[in-house]
């Protein structure tokens, strides 16, 4: 097992295959956090596929020794079918089990953290992204690295399509911002006919592509307790060398896509509700 400090939490990284041995590593562990815990302590359970009843004594004595120092103990990211086994077998002794890091830090009371926000940000609106060109326009995006962006950073934009996020949780925005070449083959694949030249007639179809890709991404995020994210109407702007700007661009994330013609890209910018 992987322990890592992350500042103001410690994470314990549990192995795909979860053996009887581990049950020790984690026993192991406990007797050495006892003297000087972290406020929050996780056991992270996004590998696990496989797991060892005899492992369920360890969390549990995990979990007693973190709560006697004051402090909190939750175990994230276990899989719809771990989480089942892990309640069954947890029931009744009090340890917290959490969809995210982000719901963690809730329960220990902890403030918001925004590169983890950020993290959690990316999968729902990847997962969408995707769904929607399948569906929508019959074209398969290949995901690119996410990346921060940064004041030098420079992106081919042609049609973008923005939104605010309000929650109680954060503030900013979500933005789709195109390509020329790949906008054309968005709007050919969205409306069955081929597009070999931009019009100012077609952008609506970027606040479409946009609209529905927030609303699958935001049902998926305000499963997570806090976010609350509220509705959002897009704008579209449109031109050439575009460059955007936000009072948190530094912290901006950019999700790049690929499609056989053109590139575009999501642009997330986040802000603390409590800022």
């Known amino acids: 097992m992987l322990v890592k400090d992350n500042g103001d939490y410690l994470s314990i990284q549990c192995p795909s295959v979860v053996a009887p041995k581990n049950a020790e590593d984690l026993r192991q562990i406990a007797l050495g ?90 999968d729902p609106f990847v997962k969408a992204t995707e769904k929607v060109l399948q569906m929508q326009c019959n074209l398969k995006p290949v995901l690119g690295k996410p990346y921060q962006k940064s004041v030098t950073t420079v992106l081919d934009m042609h049609v973008v399509g923005i939104l605010s996020l309000v929650s109680k949780a954060f503030c900013g925005t979500i933005a789709l911002c195109f390509s020329s070449s790949a906008f054309l083959s968005v709007y050919s694949g969205m409306f069955g006919e081929p597009a070999e030249t931009f019009s100012e007639e077609m952008v609506d179809a970027a606040a479409e592509i946009l609209n529905m890709i927030f609303g699958i991404a935001k049902a998926e995020l305000n499963e997570i307790e806090g976010f609350q994210i509220e509705k959002s109407i897009p704008s579209v702007i449109y031109g050439e060398k575009m460059r955007l700007f936000s009072e948190v661009q530094q912290k901006s994330v950019i999700i790049p896509f690929k499609l056989e013609k053109g590139d575009f890209f999501l642009e997330i910018s986040l802000k603390s509700g409590e800022n």
Do not use: W
């Open 33 to 122: 956090l006892i003297e000087k815990p972290k406020m929050l302590t996780v056991l992270d359970f996004k590998e696990v596929v496989t797991i060892n009843e005899k492992i369920y004594n360890s969390i549990i004595l995990l979990n007693s020794a973190i709560i006697k120092k004051n402090c909190f103990f939750s175990i994230i990211n276990a899989s719809n079918n771990i989480e089942v086994l892990l309640k069954a077998a947890l029931k009744g002794s009090e340890v917290n089990l959490s969809k995210n890091i982000h719901e963690a830090r809730v329960f220990a009371g902890m403030g918001q953290n925004k590169a983890e926000i950020y993290a959690i940000f990316v």
